[in-house]
């Protein structure tokens, strides 16, 4: 063979193995197998969120003008909605938030009878059971005892995360290092009713364990002002103050889901050009996807073995269940 030939032929290997990295690069950004729960395309799917037993509920609403409303998914994929009943301290509730709560039980926020002030609900079949009162434009993620949380208020499009605690909506806790985020997230919660200033925080989660999981961007002000804003996920152990950055910064996220019994969060939105759901570790900042396209709601089952999103095709919502386990 000829020094020539061999030059060519080693630019040539050179070459297929470039281009055996990058498509191995870009086949690690392909998602797994996912397995569709149930459709509906006469509604438009808000939030979901599973109980213990594995059942899948939502809230839903048929246009902007009409308030969200409880549904559970059926075996069959079907939305069914739940009546709740009337009387108690909530005859009429309108719906705006729905979670798992921290142990297994399905919880909300509601208004009730056309009011302002917001509750923290567990829902007990067709009843729904007060557990605090929220003042107005704040939604809550509780901690494990279910006597603290967090609180995220929302104003607008602005977003801050504070503590919840005896009742009263408190500033985020002071966390170190302080400089880890250029944004103060203590003052972004008192001075969040206006979005006249850059520096949001919210998309929050709880672990088991009590550390908190959210998203902030120092740029955002508005959540649909900037949506090409980076968002970083970041953890907060309240026993030791520390804040701690893990994972790619994203951009236009739309909802954050802690996976039980594991070290990662699900967010939907986009890495890069990338639009879906990312499984990000806190431990190595690894993202993984593992739902392409447009994404929103999401949440984990409560042993941690999978996760539902909202994928919407056109005029049509649908719901995706991914194993993560």
Not at 81 to 90: K, M, N, S, Y
Not at 277 to 293: C, F, R
């Amino acid at each position: 063979m000829t020094a020539g030939v061999k030059d060519a032929a080693r630019r040539c290997a050179r070459i297929l193995v470039a281009v055996t990295l990058l498509l191995a690069a870009c086949g690690s950004e392909e998602p797994g197998p996912s397995r569709r729960l149930g459709s509906t395309d006469t509604a438009q799917i808000g939030d979901i969120a599973w109980n213990r037993d594995g059942r899948l509920f939502a809230l839903y609403t048929h246009g902007s003008d009409s308030d969200f409303g409880l549904a559970e998914f059926t075996d069959g994929g079907d939305l069914r909605p739940v009546e709740v009943l009337p009387g108690g301290f909530c005859a009429r509730p309108a719906f705006f938030d729905l979670a798992t709560l921290p142990d297994g039980g399905l919880g909300a926020v509601v208004t009730c009878d056309e009011g302002d002030e917001r509750f923290a609900v567990r829902i007990d079949g067709q009843q729904l059971v007060r557990l605090a009162s929220l003042g107005a434009n704040r939604l809550i993620k509780w901690n494990p005892d279910m006597r603290t949380g967090w609180l995220e208020l929302v104003t607008g499009y602005c977003r801050a995360v504070g503590l919840f605690q005896n009742g009263e909506a408190l500033p985020f806790p002071p966390y170190h290092p302080s400089d880890v985020l250029e944004m103060d997230l203590q003052a972004a919660f008192t001075k969040g009713k206006t979005c006249a200033e850059s520096g949001r925080a919210g998309f929050a989660d709880v672990a088991g364990d009590g550390k908190l999981y959210l998203l902030a961007s120092d740029s955002a002000r508005g959540r649909f002002e900037k949506p090409d804003a980076p968002w970083q996920p970041l953890v907060f152990d309240p026993r030791s103050g520390q804040l701690r950055k893990f994972g790619p910064e994203l951009t236009s996220p739309y909802a954050l889901a802690v996976v039980p019994r594991s070290d990662s969060v699900v967010v939907t939105g986009a890495k890069g050009w990338r639009k879906g759901a990312w499984l990000v570790s806190s431990e190595d900042g690894k993202a993984q996807l593992i739902a392409a396209g447009d994404l929103y709601a999401v949440a984990a089952a409560f042993d941690g073995s999978r996760v539902a999103v909202v994928h919407s095709v056109g005029g049509r919502d649908e719901v995706l269940e991914v194993k993560v386990k």
